[in-house]
């Protein structure tokens, strides 16, 4: 059984950065397909990234290209999601998420049954 804990949310100005972790226990993600995806205030789910923990491949929505980065960690099993240029629209709680199958995009939108292994959320607040 895999835990996956998000960390490092936060309330920001619209321009700033925030990087979110999220670490996972139980096991090593090795093999599986590693996913953030959130859901802003009234809305339902969005993918917003994937990354491939075999290759280190990652994929981004557009609504995140060139602004976020999503990286791992293999010796601390930690997952990150570095976002720049925050907007207000990027309003949510992130989750981050794993299971073997690549899905990104496959289903739209996202749903928790997409997914093995989910994390608890973390709150992220655009605002001025």
């Known amino acids: 059984e895999v835990q996956l804990v998000e960390s490092g949310g936060g309330l920001v100005q619209p321009g700033g950065s925030l990087r979110l972790s999220c670490a996972a226990s139980?096991?090593?993600?090795?093999?599986?397909?590693l996913y953030w995806v959130r859901q802003a205030p009234g809305k339902g789910l969005e993918w917003v990234s994937v990354?491939?923990?075999?290759?280190?491949?990652?994929y981004y929505a557009d609504s995140v290209k060139g602004r976020f980065a999503m990286s791992r960690d293999v010796a601390k099993n930690t997952l990150y999601l570095q976002m720049n240029r925050l907007k207000f629209e990027d309003t949510a709680v992130y989750y981050c998420?794993?299971?073997?199958?690549?899905?990104?995009?496959?289903?739209?939108?996202?749903?928790?049954?997409?997914?093995?292994?989910w994390g608890q959320g973390t709150q992220v607040t655009v605002s001025s």
């Open positions: 990354i491939n923990a075999l290759d280190g491949d990652t």
């Open positions: 139980g096991s090593t993600l090795d093999s599986y397909f």
């Open positions: 998420a794993a299971d073997p199958a690549f899905r990104f995009l496959v289903t739209l939108p996202p749903r928790p049954s997409d997914f093995r292994y």
